[in-house]
């Protein structure tokens, strides 16, 4: 059955909810469709939507989406097992009603075809009601993500964010209503940000039970109100060393809590390495590995500590996919731990009988 304006409908058929979603420990394939700053009403001080993804602030077209996805649909791995088309970059459910459903829809038809498994979207918690749920309700969305930012209000009014905390756990509630997958996004660095407040966002975040989180780190991005700010000396960004440090910690308690972090640092892309958009702040193209291997680095000093003797010669055992993270960027972990501890021989030996986030001294 085909609508009046060409697209189809799906009829009660969906939506597909988390309880429904295949059960899985392997990575969903993303189809990522950038809708850089669409439906936003504010201009937080932190954002130059553009500068992030890389594209201008045209919408693309439905038929524009449709070549997107059937060219990523072409790089789609065997080992991953499920595809998601996801919204990413702007306030999906603050763009107009029509436009939601044209996307909404052309995505619609490739998980009816059988080549996706569900569609996923970012949207700011003050988007979350009962009239837009309904409207989404015939569509295949399986995941929604929430900007949240922070859950301590004089912070989200320094950034004019134009939402509150409560208005975060108002949209959580509702989204559970309705069994979405739920992600929450924080960052950490915000002015009016510090330690304290990061880890009370973290407790309020993780008291809310979502499905998944991500951290993102403050950056200063040009033609952004906050690098003026940071131009005046109104603002002073993270240090990058401070900022692994803070997020390792963050990472540490949702890890305690059973609460995924899928993603700690913004996405690398082309303009951000080369420097062309950042003007300052804790940027890192492999900033996640960053914390993974401060974490691994402070297991492993614990260890050497505890030790009853001091060798010139210890091995680490590690699952052979943390081989990576206990070395560190450039070895750098090594070379610490050697340094520290007069180590003549430290050998990393990769072993998969042990965990993923453990490891061994001997």
Known sequence: MRTDAGRPTFGNQYPMSKMQYPATNRRPFIIPIFLPHSGCPHQCVFC?????????????SPSAI????????????????????????????????DYIKALLSEAATFVQAGQADGI?????????????????????????????????DHVLDLVMRGHTSADTKVAVALLKQHNYRIGLQMMVGLPGDSDETAHATVVKISNLQPDFVRIYPTVVLKNSLLAKWYQKGKYLPMSLESCVSLVKNLFLYFRAKNIPVIRMGLQASEDFDKGATIMAGPYHPAFGHLVHSKIFLDMAISAIDARISTDDIVSINVHPRSLSKIKGLKNGNIDFLKKRFKIRHL?????????EDKLSIE
């Open 120 to 152: 996923r979207f970012c949207t700011r918690p003050d988007t979350i009601d009962y009239r837009r749920l309904e409207m989404i309700k015939p569509y295949p969305v399986s995941t929604i993500e929430l900007g949240v930012q922070s859950m301590d």
């Open 347 to 355: 050998k990393i030996i990769p072993d998969s009988s042990m965990g």
């Open 66 to 97: 449709r070549s997107q996805i059937v060219e990523f649909l072409k790089y789609r791995g065997n080992l991953r097992n499920l595809v998601e088309i996801a919204f990413f970059g702007g306030n999906f459910l603050g763009l107009k009603m």
């Open 48 to 60: 130059n939507q553009r500068a992030i993804t890389g594209t201008s602030r045209k919408n693309p």
